[in-house]
């Protein structure tokens, strides 16, 4: 698992330096989503907000 | 610790570098107040930006991490050893009332936001602590708001028209502090030893940073958590299934809601593209929500989140099945959790629960009841220092010594210093350095633009309101050319002297922010606003010393808006009146600086203005054919109604429209003020930039240059336009473009483009 300060895998880095500064395309976005998810990094994925939902932990 | 300088390398880096500079004198400083004061000890101040940055490490060190204002209390503490408790405690009171939650959401306010945000980042390299950002966006605020409206009519069973927009918006409102105050409460519950440190960045942009969620499971946890709650309540108070405002057909982005990226600040690898990146997360995670609401997933994302998990352990495969049949196991159980969890939230919504209580009231009351529960953000907050509390720094409330032309910053340090005097406390040197450091940040400033927040404008134009009468009653005593100056501002008598207000709408930040990133289009930003706005003003003959200039504020996005004092002398000694001749004149000036930013070409401004270009950025500039400002895309299809057809279009490069009025009213009577004035000069220059839009995409149309194409009116949108663009049009439009010619409606409707005069290919741009 990564640990905390540990270096952003080369291939996420390599994708965001291809962009450059502006704002990623829906395609992009999509692209880097994907990408992090396979790295196990933080990134949009609603199934662990579902799981999450139906745990019942939340009653506020 | 790094060495010099390592406070640049972070996200916002610069507002740190400033922040550093006002805590060490310069040379002539020094030299000033040892001339002055042989005996001054300077020996407890900080020599260099370096010396502060250790100061604060030791602060990190002994406090942890602190929000803004209180890192400044705590340095200026450490600058003033032995200091009277009167004053350092003035000095605390004054910082600390900077942290007042603002008024939606109960985070800091976005005056904060860079300077925290690059603290925060620091703070992580610095301690190797954990801090981790999340970045938070609403979703359909205007759709909610039109939600409320109809809501309101059907209730009260009036039109939607006879509902106040503000009423409606006071309930968006409610929604967004209801979320906000939520998400705090959620973190605390989390990581109960966390420092949080919450801001509201924008109008619907909020950052939390969290001195915790070290590791990645924490914050994969940490944004489930926050996202689970804020469906629950986005259920709980109805509001998941109202049409999007700009895209009403798609119900994945139905109804109000936030979603948000959780970041390691330890892993931020390049600063320069971090935003935009967190805005991509953050628009995908509501795709992929808006799914969810619908009991649908996306089976690509499941799939690249369930190799991810297993690829770092957070997932185990169970014995005898392949890789691929477990991805097919994650698939079906996220499918049957997303049917479940639709399910589960409409149970909750009393949209489809008759048995909870319904409508506004029952809104209402969930709100109250949430916020009942989430208890209170622990960040120090003191009341302001009696009295500075106020307001009231103009006409009879002027401290001493200021005149009508003076900043807001100068009237509050002059109130400052008399309290001082009247209470016979001594004021050493370093004592007035810092003691004026901490009282100019009253008129707060925004980071983005580094102009006034608008609330200092506010304040500004009650105060030269009042300033106005006192001003002509004084000015012949002062010393004042009255005559001169009236026939220079082709005014016929004093009575029309009065102090001025312009509000400027500039067209297509968002292009500049989508083209060339945050960071590149602050600093853009930056320049519109000390040198075409603030550089026009001055060159129309207002002067920019530090007693008689003008003010400046930025309302977001593109729109500025600025006070000229009734008047003042210049630099010469020449006294002069602000009038619509300055005003024109200020008005041409910026129509041509505007005109030579479309010319100037982007690489080397940004290269020179301390952007993000390097190598890749000059590759796509030239592979989009981005060579000047006048070639940034406008990112939304614009449309208006000319005959029987729609015209659709993008209205490319940088354009700006300015209003103007004098600000003449009386403070004392009800409905008027500051706010009230400024805020019906902003909408005129809103609607006169609706209609500057309408006229460019016109232009382009007949010359065959418009980047979109034209379809068939439909009646709707018809009788939409021809309000506009008839003879029932707005007042703003009346007043004409930023070059201050009348343009006119129907066949003989023309617009000057401001700027960018280079031919474009036919469709589209060249």
Same mark, same amino acid.
């Given at each position: 698992?990564?640990?905390?300060?540990?270096?952003?895998?080369?291939?996420?880095?390599?994708?965001?330096?291809? #962009?450059?500064?502006?704002?990623?395309?829906?395609?992009?976005?999509?692209?880097?989503?994907?990408?992090?998810?396979?790295?196990?990094?933080?990134?949009?994925?609603?199934?662990?907000?579902?799981?999450?939902?139906?745990?019942?932990?939340?009653?506020? | 610790?790094?060495?010099?300088?390592?406070?640049?390398?972070?996200?916002?880096?610069?507002?740190?570098?400033?922040?550093?500079?006002?805590?060490?004198?310069?040379?002539? *400083?020094?030299?000033? /107040?040892?001339?002055?004061?042989?005996?001054?000890?300077?020996?407890?101040?900080?020599?260099?930006?370096?010396?502060?940055?250790?100061?604060?490490?030791?602060?990190?060190?002994?406090?942890?991490?602190?929000?803004?204002?209180?890192?400044?209390?705590?340095?200026?503490?450490?600058?003033?050893?032995?200091?009277?408790?009167?004053?350092?405690?003035?000095?605390?009171?004054?910082?600390?009332?900077?942290?007042?939650?603002?008024?939606?959401?109960?985070?800091?306010?976005?005056?904060?936001?860079?300077?925290?945000?690059?603290?925060?980042?620091?703070?992580?390299?610095?301690?190797?602590?954990?801090?981790?950002?999340?970045?938070?966006?609403?979703?359909?605020?205007?759709?909610?708001?039109?939600?409320?409206?109809?809501?309101?009519?059907?209730?009260?069973?009036?039109?939607?028209?006879?509902?106040? *927009?503000?009423?409606? @918006?006071?309930?968006?409102?409610?929604?967004?502090?209801?979320?906000?105050?939520?998400?705090?409460?959620?973190?605390?519950?989390?990581?109960?030893?966390?420092?949080?440190?919450? #801001?509201?960045?924008?109008?619907?942009?909020?950052?939390?940073?969290?001195?915790?969620?070290?590791?990645?499971?924490?914050?994969?946890?940490?944004?489930?958590?926050?996202?689970?709650?804020?469906?629950?309540?986005?259920?709980?108070?109805?509001?998941?299934?109202?049409?999007?405002?700009?895209?009403?057909?798609?119900?994945?982005?139905?109804?109000?809601?936030?979603?948000?990226?959780?970041?390691?600040?330890?892993?931020?690898?390049?600063?320069?593209?971090?935003?935009?990146?967190?805005?991509?997360?953050?628009?995908?995670?509501?795709?992929? /929500?808006?799914?969810?609401?619908?009991?649908?997933?996306?089976?690509?994302?499941?799939?690249?989140?369930?190799?991810?998990?297993?690829?770092?352990?957070?997932?185990?495969?169970?014995?005898?099945?392949?890789?691929?049949?477990? #991805?097919?196991?994650?698939?079906?159980?996220?499918?049957?959790?997303?049917?479940?969890?639709?399910?589960?939230?409409?149970?909750? $919504?009393?949209?489809?629960?008759?048995?909870?209580?319904?409508?506004?009231?029952?809104?209402?009351?969930?709100?109250?009841?949430?916020?009942?529960?989430?208890?209170?953000?622990?960040?120090?907050?003191?009341?302001?220092?009696?009295?500075?509390?106020?307001?009231?720094?103009?006409?009879?409330?002027?401290?001493?010594?200021?005149?009508?032309?003076?900043?807001?910053?100068?009237?509050?340090?002059?109130?400052?210093? @008399?309290?001082?005097?009247?209470?016979?406390?001594?004021?050493?040197?370093?004592?007035?350095?810092?003691?004026?450091?901490?009282?100019?940040?009253?008129?707060?400033?925004?980071?983005?633009?580094?102009?006034?927040?608008?609330?200092?404008?506010?304040?500004?134009?009650?105060?030269?309101?009042?300033?106005?009468?006192?001003?002509?009653?004084?000015?012949?005593?002062?010393?004042?050319?009255?005559?001169?100056?009236?026939?220079?501002?082709?005014?016929?008598?004093? *009575?029309?002297?009065?102090?001025?207000?312009?509000?400027?709408?500039?067209?297509?930040?968002?292009?500049?922010?989508?083209?060339?990133?945050?960071?590149?289009?602050?600093?853009?930003?930056?320049?519109?606003?000390?040198?075409?706005?603030?550089?026009?003003?001055?060159?129309?003959?207002?002067?920019?010393?530090?007693?008689?200039?003008?003010?400046?504020?930025?309302?977001?996005?593109?729109?500025?808006?600025?006070?000229?004092?009734?008047?003042?002398?210049?630099?010469?000694?020449?006294?002069?009146?602000?009038?619509?001749?300055?005003?024109?004149?200020?008005?041409? @000036?910026?129509?041509?600086?505007?005109?030579?930013? %479309?010319?100037?070409?982007?690489?080397?401004?940004?290269?020179? $203005?301390?952007?993000?270009?390097? *190598?890749?950025?000059?590759?796509?500039?030239?592979?989009? $054919?981005?060579?000047?400002?006048?070639?940034?895309?406008?990112?939304? @299809?614009?449309?208006?109604?000319?005959?029987?057809?729609?015209?659709?279009?993008?209205? %490319?490069?940088?354009?700006?429209?300015?209003?103007?009025?004098?600000?003449?009213?009386?403070?004392?009577?009800?409905?008027?003020?500051?706010?009230?004035?400024?805020?019906?000069?902003?909408?005129?220059?809103?609607?006169?930039?609706?209609?500057?839009?309408?006229?460019?995409?016109?232009?382009?149309?007949?010359?065959?240059?418009?980047?979109?194409?034209?379809?068939?009116?439909?009646?709707?949108?018809?009788?939409?336009?021809?309000?506009?663009?008839?003879?029932?049009?707005?007042?703003?439009? #009346?007043?004409?473009?930023?070059?201050?010619?009348? /343009?006119?409606?129907?066949?003989?409707?023309?617009?000057?483009?401001?700027?960018?005069?280079?031919?474009?290919?036919?469709?589209?741009?060249?």
């Amino acid at each position: 698992m990564m640990a905390a300060g540990q270096k952003l895998p080369e291939e996420i880095v390599e994708f965001m330096a291809k #962009i450059g500064p502006r704002a990623l395309s829906e395609e992009e976005a999509r692209a880097l989503n994907l990408l992090r998810l396979k790295h196990g990094l933080p990134a949009a994925s609603a199934s662990g907000v579902a799981a999450h939902i139906l745990d019942g932990k939340d009653k506020s | 610790m790094a060495g010099t300088g390592a406070w640049q390398q972070v996200l916002e880096g610069d507002s740190i570098d400033r922040f550093f500079g006002h805590f060490v004198l310069g040379d002539a *400083q020094r030299e000033k /107040i040892l001339r002055d004061f042989p005996s001054a000890d300077l020996s407890h101040l900080p020599a260099t930006k370096d010396d502060v940055f250790k100061d604060l490490n030791d602060i990190w060190q002994r406090r942890g991490f602190l929000t803004p204002a209180e890192t400044q209390a705590a340095l200026i503490e450490k600058y003033l050893p032995g200091a009277d408790e009167r004053l350092t405690g003035f000095i605390r009171d004054t910082e600390l009332s900077r942290n007042k939650p603002e008024a939606v959401t109960g985070y800091l306010s976005k005056e904060h936001a860079y300077l925290a945000t690059a603290l925060g980042h620091l703070y992580a390299r610095e301690t190797g602590m954990p801090m981790t950002m999340v970045e938070v966006d609403f979703s359909n605020m205007g759709g909610t708001n039109d939600y409320f409206r109809l809501k309101l009519a059907s209730e009260k069973a009036v039109l939607p028209v006879d509902i106040p *927009q503000r009423e409606a @918006e006071l309930l968006t409102d409610l929604a967004v502090r209801v979320l906000s105050a939520g998400m705090t409460a959620d973190i605390a519950a989390l990581h109960p030893d966390a420092r949080i440190v919450p #801001i509201r960045t924008g109008g619907d942009e909020l950052r939390i940073l969290i001195t915790g969620a070290g590791t990645v499971a924490e914050q994969l946890a940490l944004s489930d958590a926050l996202h689970a709650h804020i469906e629950r309540r986005v259920a709980a108070m109805g509001l998941q299934d109202h049409a999007h405002l700009k895209a009403p057909e798609d119900p994945r982005r139905a109804g109000f809601g936030a979603a948000l990226a959780v970041q390691d600040m330890q892993m931020i690898t390049n600063p320069g593209t971090l935003i935009q990146e967190l805005d991509a997360r953050i628009t995908e995670m509501k795709m992929q /929500i808006g799914m969810m609401r619908l009991g649908l997933i996306d089976r690509d994302a499941v799939a690249a989140e369930a190799e991810g998990k297993i690829s770092v352990g957070l997932l185990r495969m169970p014995l005898g099945l392949s890789f691929d049949d477990t #991805i097919d196991l994650e698939i079906a159980r996220a499918q049957k959790n997303a049917d479940k969890a639709a399910e589960m939230l409409r149970d909750m $919504n009393p949209q489809y629960n008759p048995e909870l209580p319904q409508g506004i009231a029952g809104f209402k009351d969930y709100a109250a009841r949430a916020m009942a529960q989430f208890g209170q953000l622990a960040v120090a907050v003191s009341t302001l220092p009696e009295i500075l509390n106020t307001d009231k720094l103009g006409g009879r409330d002027r401290p001493a010594g200021i005149r009508p032309s003076d900043s807001l910053e100068r009237r509050y340090v002059a109130r400052a210093l @008399e309290h001082f005097e009247a209470e016979g406390i001594p004021l050493s040197p370093a004592a007035l350095h810092f003691l004026k450091l901490s009282v100019r940040g009253l008129a707060p400033e925004d980071p983005s633009a580094q102009v006034m927040m608008p609330v200092g404008m506010v304040r500004m134009i009650d105060n030269a309101a009042a300033d106005a009468q006192d001003f002509r009653a004084q000015m012949e005593a002062a010393g004042f050319d009255v005559d001169a100056a009236l026939r220079a501002a082709g005014l016929k008598g004093v *009575q029309q002297v009065m102090p001025h207000a312009l509000a400027v709408s500039v067209h297509n930040l968002a292009g500049l922010n989508s083209a060339l990133g945050h960071h590149n289009a602050d600093i853009v930003l930056r320049h519109i606003a000390h040198e075409v706005i603030g550089g026009s003003v001055h060159a129309a003959g207002v002067p920019r010393q530090a007693r008689s200039s003008f003010a400046m504020a930025h309302h977001g996005g593109g729109n500025f808006s600025v006070l000229l004092p009734a008047g003042g002398t210049d630099g010469q000694g020449q006294s002069w009146f602000a009038s619509q001749a300055v005003i024109h004149k200020a008005r041409s @000036e910026i129509k041509s600086r505007i005109t030579l930013l %479309n010319k100037t070409p982007i690489a080397p401004f940004l290269s020179k $203005n301390g952007g993000y270009v390097d *190598q890749d950025v000059y590759q796509y500039l030239e592979e989009k $054919n981005l060579n000047t400002f006048g070639d940034i895309r406008d990112p939304k @299809e614009r449309s208006y109604t000319f005959g029987e057809d729609i015209i659709k279009g993008r209205v %490319n490069g940088i354009h700006a429209v300015v209003v103007s009025a004098a600000v003449c009213y009386d403070p004392q009577q009800p409905d008027t003020g500051g706010g009230a004035f400024i805020g019906g000069l902003r909408t005129r220059a809103d609607a006169m930039m609706e209609q500057y839009r309408s006229a460019m995409l016109h232009q382009l149309h007949k010359q065959g240059r418009l980047e979109g194409g034209y379809t068939p009116a439909r009646p709707f949108y018809a009788a939409f336009n021809s309000y506009a663009m008839g003879g029932n049009a707005p007042a703003a439009f #009346i007043l004409g473009g930023a070059d201050g010619k009348k /343009i006119q409606a129907g066949e003989d409707m023309r617009a000057e483009k401001q700027g960018n005069e280079k031919p474009k290919g036919p469709g589209g741009r060249g």
